[in-house]
T-cell receptor
Framework: AQSVTQLGSHVSVSEGALVLLRCNYS??????LFWYVQYPNQGLQLLLK??????LVKGINGFEAEFKKSETSFHLTKPSAHMSDAAEYFC???????????FGSGTKLNVKP | DTGVSQDPRHKITKRGQNVTFRCDPI?????LYWYRQTLGQGPEFLTY????????KSRLLSDRFSAERPKGSFSTLEIQRTEQGDSAMYLC?????????????FGSGTRLTVV
């Protein structure tokens, strides 16, 4: 079975500081992992994805994530937070038959000036 | 193409009433998905279509819920006899079955409030 766990429902950082959002996965098959961002009252936008190519994946808006099989993790990072990064971030794993995603419960990122 | 469109954006209804939501996917996408997102949670899968065929339904989709995609283009999600527990954001997404490693394109959602 596939699932993801996001550690920390709220993360607060200062503008310019490192952003680290944690995601651990469980999968009975090689995982395909995704990060989505959701701004208030909007749908989800794809940030980046891991599909078994490079373990370090770069996405939009300066975000990147590293797939670590030994730690079953796919943490999202950004070197320097910007006010516009304030949003909710969801980690997701694709179902084994590619028919659906399993989402984590989300992490709300607050960026302080 | 303007992406995935959902209508209405917001719906307030009284308990016991029926509601219907519409989703227009990206035109070349043959797969269409419905998810439900409650406050503080990630989206949960409800159902998906490939073209006009409904291929999978979650156990979350009770008998009061029905979804259709009659011509393989737009889709509707109907909730009959709404309950307060149905209050949530209903998200539609679309994708191409031929590119399973891509993510979905999500719509902006329909926020349902049952009073």
């Amino acid at each position: 079975a596939q699932s993801v766990t996001q550690l920390g429902s709220h993360v607060s950082v200062s503008e310019g500081a490192l952003v680290l959002l944690r995601c651990n996965y469980s999968s009975s098959v090689p995982p395909y992992l995704f990060w989505y961002v959701q701004y208030p009252n909007q749908g989800l936008q794809l940030l980046l994805k891991y599909t078994s190519a490079a373990t370090l994946v770069k996405g939009i808006n300066g975000f990147e994530a590293e797939f670590k099989k030994s730690e079953t993790s796919f943490h999202l990072t950004k070197p320097s937070a910007h006010m516009s990064d304030a949003a909710e971030y969801f980690c997701a794993v694709r179902g084994y038959n590619f028919n659906k995603f399993y989402f984590g419960s989300g992490t709300k990122l607050n960026v302080k000036p | 193409d303007t992406g995935v469109s959902q209508d209405p954006r917001h719906k307030i209804t009284k308990r016991g009433q029926n509601v219907t939501f519409r989703c227009d996917p990206i035109s070349e996408h043959n797969r269409l998905y419905w998810y439900r997102q409650t406050l503080g949670q990630g989206p949960e899968f409800l159902t998906y279509f490939q073209n006009e065929a409904q291929l999978e339904k979650s156990r979350l989709l009770s008998d009061r819920f029905s979804a259709e995609r009659p011509k393989g283009s737009f889709s509707t999600l109907e909730i009959q006899r709404t309950e307060q527990g149905d209050s949530a954001m209903y998200l539609c997404a679309s994708s191409l079955a031929e590119t399973p490693f891509d993510g979905y394109t999500f719509g902006s959602g329909t926020r349902l409030t049952v009073v």
